[in-house]
């Protein structure tokens, strides 16, 4: 049997990561109004939309994965220097390892509850790349 033909969800601006669990989708869109990316969720039959979360000046890294109670969720860090980026040169993510005084956090979809995990404060370098794996949360290592 044939595939249906790929349907385009939303377009963006900026590269972004696309992270897909199930029938949901996050990715990071550019706010054209102040030029900051906000971090947006879609799943099958629902428009996309943005989280109730801070924006940030680079795209977010995160991921979207099953919670311990079979909600969806999201992690990503938040940083007080965020790496450096410049869209209109670099066609990748920003390096996230150049991030400084990172945390962790997790949004869940189904409450829209944003809390920051523990042990992240003052997070080394290599607190970046969220990732979830059978509900727990883990990291991974930068894409490159």
């Known amino acids: 049997a044939d595939a249906p033909p790929p349907v385009q969800i939303v377009t963006v601006d900026r590269p972004t990561q696309v992270s897909a669990y199930g029938s949901g989708v996050l990715f990071s869109k550019r706010?054209?109004?102040?030029?900051?990316?906000r971090l947006w969720y879609t799943e099958t039959g629902r428009p996309p939309a943005p989280l109730d979360v801070p924006d940030r000046a680079v795209p977010f890294d995160a991921d979207l994965g099953p919670g311990a109670h079979g909600h969806f969720l999201a992690v990503y860090s938040r940083c007080r220097t965020e790496p450096r980026w410049d869209p209109v040169d670099e066609d990748a993510p920003p390096d996230y390892t150049r991030g400084r005084g990172c945390d962790l956090y997790e949004l869940d979809l189904t409450t829209g509850a944003e809390r920051r995990l523990p042990a992240s404060s003052t997070m080394s370098p290599k607190r970046f790349w969220p990732w979830l794996s059978r509900g727990k949360m883990s990291r991974r290592p930068c894409w490159r």
Not at 31 to 37: C, H, K, N, S, V
């Open 31 to 37: 706010d054209p109004a102040t030029g900051r990316l």
